[in-house]
């Protein structure tokens, strides 16, 4: 097999003085898709700028707070599991969105060197199913899992005029202290704790990291749903997990994991002050990569 000629080969990514590097501390960071979308992103836009995984223990996360602080050319984190509600009690200053569901998914350093911790797992999950012409007001939702992300989609979805939410997670005690959480920030939203599939409902969300690993089980068996529920997963690799190729198995509708990262894109780059000339546009991007 012949070599590729140099006009064939993928002209190597500039890095110098002037990059600007963002990262994602997590643990693990294998299932990351991030630097790849990224990549594709900012040679789009014409940014010098690189994304970087980072697989941090848990005890390292003020290490990587610190360089955000003090390396001028570092701008920015998404913080990946599990790792969220920890980082949401290091930083300064949180947003709204992120008090309301305790975890925090992006940090920049601000004008006046605090660090500001914002939350929009929930909202990139919305708009996912958004684009894909999925109605979240009025539904009946249940989603299973309430950790950092869990939690924040939990807050979007009572931001969003859910009928009814139905939370399970493998510790009742946190999915209780969850529902209470909602409960200040969203009175008029019933949230229910459940141990078992409530039924029917709209849309079951797995926000679990179950189907990581092709031999865990599945976070829930899509049979005991009704037919026209929509079954949701925010899992990225492998892009079809288990519970979405059984629930698709069944002839019910499905929501990749993949739709989530993508919606968030111009949400991460608003954040840390790089305008999005177009949201769709980059949304594509992210999605082809």
């Known amino acids: 097999m012949m070599e590729a000629t140099a006009a064939d080969r993928k002209p190597r990514r500039r890095v110098d003085g002037e990059t600007l590097i963002f990262a994602t501390p997590g643990n693990p960071v294998a299932q990351i ?6 990549e594709v992103v900012f040679d789009a ?33 998404t913080v990946a599991i599990p790792h969220k509600p920890t980082v949401a009690s290091m930083v300064d200053r949180l947003t709204l969105s992120a008090q309301a569901c305790g ?40 989603l299973v899992g309430v ?5 924040a989609i939990a807050a979007a979805l009572c931001a969003a005029g859910v009928e009814r939410l139905f939370l399970t997670d ?6 209780t202290l969850v529902a209470e959480r909602l409960g200040r920030f969203y009175p008029r939203t019933p949230v229910d704790v459940v141990t078992v599939a409530p039924c029917p409902v709209d849309f079951a969300i797995n926000a679990t990291p179950c189907g990581l690993n092709p031999s865990e089980p599945l976070p829930f068996d899509p049979t005991q749903l009704a037919p026209a529920t929509v079954v949701c997963d925010i899992i990225m690799k492998p ?34 002050g790089i305008p999005v000339p177009d949201e769709r546009a980059v949304i594509a991007l992210a999605s082809a990569a």
């Open 33 to 38: 898709r991030l630097p790849q979308v990224m």
């Open 45 to 77: 836009l014409a940014i010098n700028a690189v994304w970087l995984p980072m697989h941090v223990e848990r005890e390292g996360l003020g290490v990587v707070l610190h360089a955000l602080r003090t390396v001028r050319n570092f701008r920015g984190i």
């Open 103 to 142: 975890s925090v998914n992006l940090v920049r350093l601000e004008a006046d060197g605090t660090l500001l911790g914002d939350m929009v797992d929930g909202a990139g999950f919305l708009r996912g199913l958004e684009l894909r012409g999925f109605v979240l007001r009025g539904a009946a939702v249940w």
């Open 147 to 151: 950790g950092g992300a869990g939690a």
């Open 170 to 175: 493998s510790s009742p005690e946190r999915a």
């Open 239 to 272: 892009k079809e997990t288990a519970l979405l190729a059984a629930a698709r198995q069944r002839g019910i509708a499905i929501h990749h994991g993949h739709h989530t990262l993508d919606a968030q894109i111009p949400m991460y780059l608003n954040f840390v």
